[in-house]
């Protein structure tokens, strides 16, 4: 079991940033990868970014690469995601994931999700 909680969204006007942080909890959450999808209104949820628990390697989606990063603080067990030059499209509840498989936290429903942040972008 992983528990998630987020924090960190907030309201930003265009070409803000915000940063937005996931606590996980549980016995063996370095094992998992860590990742972040996000809903705007009346669309589906798509995957936003994730990072696996030890070495380098990060997935973006081709809306945010380049502009927003994912990180991790493995000894706390937390995920963050910094959002730059943010536009009025990146808003949206933004949801903390993990799953042990890369293709489903990154293309397909993680097992696990946080509650939500919202992530509003005022033009």
């Known amino acids: 079991q992983v528990q998630l909680v987020e924090s960190g969204g907030g309201l930003v006007q265009a070409g803000g940033s915000l940063r937005l942080s996931c606590a996980a909890s549980g016995r063996t959450v370095s094992r998992y990868y860590l990742g972040w999808f996000r809903q705007a209104p009346g669309r589906e949820r798509e995957f936003v970014a994730a990072?696996?628990?030890?070495?380098?390697?990060?997935y973006y989606s081709d809306s945010v690469k380049g502009r927003f990063t994912i990180s991790r603080d493995n000894a706390k067990n937390t995920v963050f995601l910094q959002m730059d030059s943010l536009k009025p499209e990146d808003t949206a509840v933004y949801y903390c994931v993990a799953d042990l498989s890369r293709v489903a936290v990154t293309s397909a429903r993680p097992g696990y999700w946080g509650q939500g942040t919202q992530v509003t972008v005022s033009s």
């Open positions: 990072k696996y628990g030890s070495g380098d390697a990060t």
